[in-house]
């Protein structure tokens, strides 16, 4: 079982930045691909950052290219997804991810991929 708890949410003006963080616990965390999702009402569950476990792939849709990194600190067995540039579209739920890989460098870009989620941490956009 992996637990997953996901922060740094708020609400930012229009153009600022946020950084958010998951904190993962659990067996064999290290050995699992990472992905940030997000859900604005009324809408799917969108797919915004994946990180293969070996913290050497990543991937990103067109959305959010350009302004997003996610990124692995494995001593503190966090992720986080740093989004710059941010604008009134990108207010939303964010959850944090993971999924069981043998393989190092598979990014999951699919939610139905995932074993484990979090609860998920707002992001308000101000225009």
């Known amino acids: ?3 997953l708890v996901e922060s740094g949410g708020g609400l930012v003006q229009a153009g600022g930045s946020l950084r958010l963080s ?3 616990s659990g067996s064999s965390f290290s050995s699992h691909a990472m992905g940030w999702f997000r859900q604005a009402p009324g809408k799917e569950r969108e797919f915004v950052a994946g990180l293969s476990w070996n ?3 990543t991937s990103y849709p067109d959305s959010v290219r350009g302004r997003t990194t996610i990124s692995r600190d494995g001593a503190k067995n966090t992720v986080y997804l740093q989004m710059n540039s941010l604008n009134p579209e990108d207010t939303a ?3 944090c991810a993971a999924a ?5 460098y598979v ?5 139905g991929g995932y074993n484990y989620w979090g609860q998920g941490t707002q992001v308000t956009v101000s225009s």
């Open 1 to 3: 079982q992996v637990q």
């Open 93 to 95: 739920v964010y959850y």
């Open 100 to 104: 069981r890989q043998v393989n190092p």
């Open 107 to 111: 990014v999951v870009r699919d939610a």
């Open 22 to 24: 998951c904190t993962g």
């Open 55 to 57: 913290g050497v792939i």
